[in-house]
């Protein structure tokens, strides 16, 4: 009985730190908000919160985890609308997708980023569900592109390793917030850079 009444506790805590995280960063940003505050709105120790999460990155991850989810699911009924297009006009789509949950989610992308490209933490980015979500992707795509003619045989994994790794949300402040540059116009850029990759059309 005590063992589960622990368990009950600890998803008591684990709902009432999340939901209390969330709130706080709805009106704060995620940047203006602390640990410690976490625990003290939350009405937790230090100590539960820290046991639970040992950074805000962790936090911010598993708060995203339902928002990536969602995110999936609008990319695979992509897929299915476009299937049987050519693999140049999927990437694109892709790519167009990606970046375009990356504009909505990036305060909290951005949170997690410091934590997770540091190779101490626990949150490896390269590891994260998200990342290699977004490398597995692109290498299928670009494997067919290859089987298919539409773009030579290559190192496909490395590619979109390559890919995955330039959606760091710091290129991304650095675009809009020191050049100036939208969120399409650095869609643009993208697709039309990685679409050197593909075999040039004739006509």
């Known amino acids: 009985m005590?063992?589960?009444?622990?368990?009950k506790d600890?998803?008591?805590?684990?709902?009432?730190?999340?939901?209390?995280?969330?709130?706080?960063?709805l009106e704060h940003?995620?940047?203006?908000?602390?640990m410690h505050q976490i625990a003290k709105s939350a009405g937790v120790g230090q100590g539960t919160l820290y046991r639970r999460y040992s950074s805000k990155a962790e936090l911010c991850l598993e708060l995203m985890a339902d928002s990536f989810r969602r995110f999936?699911?609008?990319?695979?009924?992509?897929?299915?609308?476009?299937a049987g297009a050519p693999v140049r006009e999927r990437l694109a789509g892709f790519l167009d997708r990606i970046l375009g949950y990356i504009e909505r989610e990036i305060d909290w992308l951005n949170a997690i980023k410091p934590s997770a490209w540091c190779q101490e933490d626990q949150t490896n980015v390269y590891q994260a569900e998200p990342f290699v979500y977004v490398v597995d992707t692109l290498k299928a795509l670009l494997d067919e592109a290859a089987d298919k003619g539409e773009a030579p045989a290559g190192d496909a994994e490395f590619a979109a390793f390559t890919i995955a790794a330039s959606f760091n949300p710091s290129n991304f402040y650095y675009l809009i917030k020191d050049r100036g540059l939208s969120i399409e116009e650095i869609k643009a850029k993208y697709i039309r850079f990685y679409d050197g990759l593909f075999f040039r059309q004739d006509g």
């Open 10 to 25: 600890a998803a008591r805590h684990r709902e009432l730190i999340l939901d209390t995280a969330s709130q706080l960063f």
């Open 72 to 82: 999936k699911g609008e990319i695979g009924q992509y897929f299915e609308q476009a």
């Open 2 to 7: 005590q063992q589960r009444n622990e368990r």
């Open 29 to 34: 940003g995620v940047e203006g908000v602390s």
